[in-house]
């Protein structure tokens, strides 16, 4: 049960010819939509002309026919999902942001949150700068059209912006003739590009958008890397690789990507078994059966099943019809929520020992509501096993797990954790192990775990002037 929101999902496209660019990217949209369900856009070049559309929900409320056929086909296009981590969720705010400048015209997706966007912002203020919106996307863009102003060529500009702009950024940008994305120098957000069997180059956050539109995923962006896709193909620049300690946010494995995704060559469904099964031997229990909070904890609670020999139940059961914007004003009515997002087998849990698996404990409020529903529901004892290590550290990279203050386990020991949420036993899963789950396959190896050691590949910058 999740308390800790998603970042955003970026998608690009770039077709030889003519091509319903726009289509494509509503279903790469789709396929990302668990990234950001708070607004959506996409923007397309046809000839140079660029058509974009974005407003505040989900795809499927942003987008109908009629808006898809006046987007219409195109040569490129690029396409946003958000939730919002800086500036608040309202229309002015949704991406694709399009600029135009005195060279031509520009759009620009990003995921991640910039950690010197403050101070970047007052210093554009002062050159004149107007903001639209409340957002590190904006700060970005306008960063790249004053580098664009002053280098007259795009790629140059975006290798001078990623030396001003510090922080998480996983960046689509269209021109009216090229496709361009860039990751950051620690690579903390994922990126990966595909192509179609017509020779259709797609660039999404994560493998699963690809597989969406019919594109064999070809690799992930380096940390670091700039891509450029146009008529002669594409051209990496590396100048910016092996700048920085690499810090892929380990918790998209965790938590925040879709299972059958694919990042940095591990897949995220066999990144979750193995926390599962470093969870058993971390802290094993006898009990009669493993259940998994749907839906990340699931693939964690296999995992911990076949490390221990325990059996695996369903025993939660999620109604995948309740959105973000569910009315629950009160405490009853938020403690009913949870009634109705989940509900219990009570055939597999009633007097049973349950090791119940969930990917993370934030205010511990909703891991306490779902163990009463599952005593409810007549266990005899509930072990809780936690397949992410206890935050401790607020996120400055494009997440929403904000202050110290609303970390549980920033007051309160493992075992008064346990007392307070109502388990009879309760184990995290260690920083070693956590980030073990994805080693191995990762080109650069390097992690991000700030959120649970305090170890922050790049501080941020508290500094407002
Ligand atoms: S602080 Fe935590 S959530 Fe944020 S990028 Fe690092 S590992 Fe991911």
Do not use: W
Request: net charge negative; glycine share 8%; hydrophobic share 35%.
């Amino acid at each position: 049960m999740h308390e800790i929101n998603e970042e955003c999902g970026v998608f690009g496209i770039y077709s030889p010819k003519t091509a319903p660019v726009s289509v494509l990217s509503y279903y790469g949209l789709y396929a990302l939509q668990h990234r950001g369900q708070e607004s959506a856009g996409i923007a397309v070049s046809s000839g140079g002309q660029f058509k974009y559309h974005r407003d505040t929900g989900l795809v499927q409320d942003v987008f109908d026919n009629d808006k898809i056929a006046e987007l219409g086909e195109g040569q490129i296009a690029i396409a946003h999902v958000r939730y919002s981590t800086s500036g608040s969720s309202n229309r002015i705010n949704a991406q694709p942001i399009v600029v135009n400048h005195m060279g031509g015209s520009m759009a620009l997706c990003h995921n991640g949150n910039l950690v010197n966007s403050n101070k970047l912002r007052s210093a554009l203020e002062r050159e004149g700068c107007i903001f639209q919106s409340t957002t590190d996307t904006e700060v970005i863009s306008y960063t790249l059209t004053r580098e664009y102003i002053k280098t007259k060529v795009l790629e140059e500009a975006l290798i001078n912006t990623m030396d001003i702009i510090r922080g998480a950024y996983s960046l689509v940008i269209m021109s009216s003739r090229k496709l361009i994305a860039c990751r950051d120098k620690h690579g903390f957000r994922p990126l990966c590009f595909g192509i179609t069997e017509d020779g259709v180059y797609v660039v999404a956050s994560e493998s699963c958008a690809l597989d969406a539109v019919g594109a064999r995923l070809i690799r992930d962006l380096r940390a670091g890397e700039i891509i450029v896709i146009d008529e002669n193909g594409v051209n990496s620049i590396d100048i910016h690789c092996n700048k920085a300690k690499a810090a892929l946010c380990v918790f998209e494995y965790v938590y925040f990507a879709r299972p059958d995704s694919i990042i940095e060559g591990v897949s995220v469904h066999e990144a979750r078994q193995r926390a599962g099964s470093f969870l058993a031997l971390e802290h094993p229990v006898q009990a009669d059966v493993v259940i998994g909070v749907p839906d990340s904890g699931l693939d964690a609670a296999i995992g911990y099943s076949r490390q221990s020999g325990i059996p695996y139940e369903i025993g939660l059961i999620k109604n995948k019809y309740i959105g973000r914007t569910f009315i629950a004003p009160t405490q009853q009515e938020r403690e009913n929520l949870v009634r109705l997002k989940l509900n219990p087998i009570s055939e597999v849990i009633r007097d049973k020992r349950i090791i119940l698996i969930d990917d993370s404990i934030v205010r511990g409020t909703t891991s306490a509501r779902l163990i009463k529903l599952i005593r409810g529901a007549g266990a005899r004892e509930i072990h809780m096993r936690v397949s992410a290590p206890p935050f401790t550290n607020p996120c400055y990279y494009g997440t929403d797990i904000e202050s110290k203050e609303k970390l549980i386990a920033c007051k309160y020991s493992t075992g008064d954790i346990a007392d307070i949420i109502g388990a009879d036993t309760l184990g995290f899963l260690s920083i070693e192990n956590a980030k073990q789950i994805a080693k191995g396959v990762n080109a650069s190896g390097g992690y991000c775990t700030a959120c649970f050691d305090g170890n922050y590949p790049v501080e941020k910058d508290m500094e407002i002037d």
